[in-house]
């Protein structure tokens, strides 16, 4: 079993930048997949990056060049750095564990987080 506890999520402008934090329990972090997903009001959960258990990273098109994933398997934790919010950017984000990635795309995760949420105003 894998719990994980989101944190860092707020109310900040377009611009701004906003660091997510993941802390996992659990003695197998350092063999899984780790991914941050979101979910803007009305829309389907969708996949915004992650950071395989050997440390290749992916991301998403919209989010390309702008935030970072990373990871601490020492301390359990999983991190992503968002810079130059935008509007668009504003969902619920939802760290997640043991996805699976085939050719590049991640499939939904065994352990989700509560979520966190993210607005950015214009």
């Known amino acids: 079993q894998v719990q994980l506890v989101e944190s860092g999520g707020g109310l900040v402008q377009a611009g701004d930048s906003l660091r997510l934090s993941c802390a996992a329990s659990?003695?197998?972090?350092?063999?899984?997949?780790m991914a941050w997903f979101r979910q803007a009001p009305g829309k389907e959960r969708e996949f915004v990056g992650g950071?395989?258990?050997?440390?290749?990273?992916y991301y998403a098109d919209s989010v390309k060049g702008r935030f970072t994933i990373s990871r601490d398997n020492a301390k359990n934790t999983v991190a992503l750095q968002m810079n130059s919010l935008k509007p668009e950017d504003t969902a619920v984000y939802y760290c997640?564990?043991?996805?699976?990635?085939?050719?590049?795309?991640?499939?939904?995760?065994?352990?989700w987080g509560q979520g966190t949420q993210v607005t950015v105003s214009s």
């Open positions: 997640a564990a043991g996805a699976t990635v085939v050719d590049g795309r991640w499939g939904s995760a065994a352990y």
């Open positions: 659990g003695r197998t972090f350092g063999s899984r997949n």
């Open positions: 950071i395989t258990w050997s440390g290749s990273t």
